[in-house]
């Protein structure tokens, strides 16, 4: 089975993580600095704090931002639950609107119009690793005094005018799920440019203490100054951050090589188009290969992904739904919706996800492309 991500778990990873269970400390300790300034250097500038989660680094911005009751956070309509539910999660509300039906990312125009008195951020997906435009994201929050927060999970890599994404809002959040670019495990990064943000956000991941572990002259002894939980990154997870992050210019190159080569079997196929990755001054982070079925095609969506599956190829959807629309969502009668989210539909009903990650070869590639012609062949 050709898995649709699986993550690349080599011997220098396992070292790290004995050495660090053979190491006195499993938090606060030195790996998960290391990963922090190595991260940093990798996106070329800015500051980084590592976190148990993306979705916990999303939470972690908006507490650091002053985000909570009463205020307004503007989402894409598709996207993963975790988007939506870190704004739930500080008492403020999502506001969802439509994507753009050209790549999935945000609609600069449907941003415009959600804008209220009670809006105080705008969180942009860079959807599928292919960064947003940022800058005019940037511009409308500067004109309505918008903070600008950037959840970056499938996009380590990606850069929007030589400026790695993260890096353009006020924050970016990464993930490092197994499915992802590199894997911690479970993990997590904040990032910003700003450093005073960041130098916040670490007090409040980890309770607010005012003094940290190794600032305790009395072993235990700390004052609590403010409102913090505990949203950090485990040393372990660290450890294995550190290697992954050392690999990751090799990871990327075999993505693109990846998603060319399946490119060059469904660009231009009379059943649907691939979701572009280019776009004029930027870098994507090939996530994956997303194939858009034509609207006479998207009712068999379900019958090809079982027809592909049974031929041993891994697939996935992203989106099954735009979530305004999901049971939970649609019943939240406090969290306004308008009429139609017309595109982040229709991709959710006719897109078909096919991995491109360096768990597969270009030999793989090609027997993906071969078999998905049969199948459409046959099917469409």
């Given at each position: 089975?050709?898995?649709?991500?699986?993550?690349?778990?080599?011997?220098?990873?396992?070292?790290?993580?004995?050495?660090?269970?053979n190491s006195p400390q499993l938090?606060?300790?030195?790996?998960?600095?290391?990963?922090?300034?190595?991260?940093?250097?990798?996106?070329?500038?800015?500051?980084?704090?590592?976190?148990?989660?993306?979705?916990?680094?999303?939470?972690?911005?908006?507490?650091?931002?002053g985000i909570g009751p009463g205020?307004?956070?503007?989402?894409?309509?598709?996207?993963?639950?975790?988007?939506?539910?870190?704004?739930?999660?500080?008492?403020?509300?999502?506001?969802?609107?439509?994507?753009?039906?050209?790549?999935?990312?945000?609609?600069?125009?449907?941003?415009?119009?959600?804008?209220?008195?009670?809006?105080?951020?705008?969180?942009?997906?860079?959807?599928?690793?292919?960064?947003?435009?940022?800058?005019?994201?940037?511009?409308?929050?500067?004109?309505?005094?918008?903070?600008?927060?950037?959840?970056?999970?499938?996009?380590?890599?990606?850069?929007?005018?030589?400026?790695?994404?993260?890096?353009?809002?006020?924050?970016?959040?990464?993930?490092?799920?197994?499915?992802?670019?590199?894997?911690?495990?479970?993990?997590?990064?904040?990032?910003?440019?700003?450093?005073?943000?960041?130098?916040?956000?670490?007090?409040?991941?980890?309770?607010?203490?005012?003094?940290?572990?190794?600032?305790?002259?009395?072993?235990?002894?700390?004052?609590?100054?403010?409102?913090?939980?505990?949203?950090?990154?485990?040393?372990?997870?660290?450890?294995?951050?550190?290697?992954?992050?050392?690999?990751?210019?090799?990871?990327?190159?075999?993505?693109?090589?990846?998603?060319?080569?399946?490119?060059?079997?469904?660009?231009?196929?009379?059943?649907?188009?691939?979701?572009?990755?280019?776009?004029?001054?930027?870098?994507?982070?090939?996530?994956?290969?997303?194939?858009?079925?034509?609207?006479?095609?998207?009712?068999?969506?379900?019958?090809?992904?079982?027809?592909?599956?049974?031929?041993?190829?891994?697939?996935?959807?992203?989106?099954?739904?735009?979530?305004?629309?999901?049971?939970?969502?649609?019943?939240?009668?406090?969290?306004?919706?308008?009429?139609?989210?017309?595109?982040?539909?229709?991709?959710?009903?006719?897109?078909?996800?096919?991995?491109i990650g360096p768990h597969l070869?270009?030999?793989?590639?090609?027997?993906?492309?071969?078999?998905?012609?049969?199948?459409?062949?046959?099917?469409?």
């Amino acid at each position: 089975m050709l898995d649709f991500a699986r993550p690349i778990i080599g011997d220098e990873e396992k070292q790290a993580v004995l050495e660090c269970l053979n190491s006195p400390q499993l938090v606060h300790g030195p790996r998960s600095i290391e990963f922090e300034e190595n991260f940093a250097k990798f996106m070329g500038g800015g500051f980084a704090t590592s976190t148990s989660s993306a979705t916990t680094a999303l939470q972690l911005a908006y507490l650091t931002l002053g985000i909570g009751p009463g205020d307004e956070v503007i989402v894409p309509s598709l996207t993963h639950i975790a988007t939506a539910n870190a704004v739930l999660s500080v008492g403020a509300k999502p506001v969802f609107v439509d994507v753009n039906p050209l790549n999935g990312n945000i609609s600069i125009e449907e941003i415009q119009k959600a804008i209220s008195p009670n809006t105080k951020a705008i969180c942009v997906v860079h959807f599928l690793g292919v960064p947003v435009d940022i800058e005019e994201v940037v511009k409308i929050a500067k004109l309505n005094n918008l903070f600008v927060v950037e959840d970056c999970a499938l996009a380590l890599g990606a850069k929007s005018s030589g400026i790695h994404v993260g890096l353009i809002g006020d924050f970016g959040a990464f993930s490092f799920y197994p499915a992802k670019h590199i894997t911690t495990g479970e993990g997590g990064m904040l990032v910003s440019n700003n450093n005073k943000l960041i130098s916040e956000s670490r007090k409040i991941k980890a309770f607010y203490y005012d003094k940290g572990i190794g600032e305790r002259k009395i072993p235990g002894l700390y004052d609590i100054v403010g409102f913090g939980l505990n949203l950090r990154m485990s040393e372990i997870a660290a450890a294995l951050g550190v290697v992954q992050l050392q690999k990751i210019s090799q990871f990327l190159k075999i993505r693109k090589d990846n998603y060319e080569n399946l490119s060059q079997t469904l660009t231009d196929s009379p059943y649907g188009d691939l979701l572009p990755v280019d776009k004029k001054g930027s870098e994507s982070a090939y996530y994956c290969a997303s194939f858009i079925l034509k609207p006479k095609f998207a009712g068999k969506r379900n019958l090809l992904i079982s027809e592909i599956n049974k031929r041993g190829i891994g697939t996935s959807i992203y989106y099954p739904i735009a979530l305004p629309l999901s049971t939970f969502y649609n019943s939240r009668q406090d969290i306004s919706k308008t009429i139609s989210y017309k595109y982040s539909t229709i991709i959710a009903n006719s897109n078909i996800a096919f991995g491109i990650g360096p768990h597969l070869s270009s030999n793989d590639m090609d027997f993906v492309g071969d078999n998905l012609i049969s199948i459409m062949e046959d099917l469409l």
